[in-house]
């Protein structure tokens, strides 16, 4: 699976984004997704992430309530809705995917995980 991350930017804190990552390849609709990021000087931790349906997610207690993680299998995309962003949401978003020995209900919270991911894109939130 190869995987195509956009959306980032710069918001003012308070503000909204919503990232995609797009899949191609031969698995591209069996995968499970994640969201991952990394600020600079910090570990890379799950966002939020979600099973091959779609109909179970799970999120990191610093975004729960906030961003929203969804797919649209037709279109081989998964979605992160960001609300209410804050300074601290700054950093690298990375999408992932598992689309080796994924369960069709389980969602996954370890990088090591995913074998595939996308490039990253910035996500800057002005105070």
């Known amino acids: 699976v190869q995987l195509q991350a956009s959306g980032g930017g710069l918001v003012q804190a308070g503000g909204s984004l919503r990232l995609s990552c797009t899949a191609s390849g031969r698995t591209s609709r069996n995968y499970a997704g994640g969201w991952f990021r990394q600020a600079p000087g910090k570990e890379r931790e799950i966002v939020a992430a979600?099973?091959?349906?779609?109909?179970?997610?799970y999120y990191a207690d610093s975004v729960r309530g906030r961003f929203t993680v969804a797919r649209d299998n037709a279109k081989n995309t998964v979605y992160l809705q960001m609300n209410r962003l804050k300074p601290e949401d700054t950093a690298v978003y990375y999408c992932?995917?598992?689309?080796?020995?994924?369960?069709?209900?389980?969602?996954?919270?370890?990088?090591?995980?995913?074998?595939?991911w996308g490039q990253g894109t910035q996500v800057t939130v002005s105070s």
């Open positions: 992932a995917a598992k689309s080796r020995g994924a369960i069709l209900s389980a969602y996954y919270s370890a990088a090591n995980d995913y074998d595939s």
């Open positions: 979600i099973n091959r349906s779609g109909g179970n997610t």
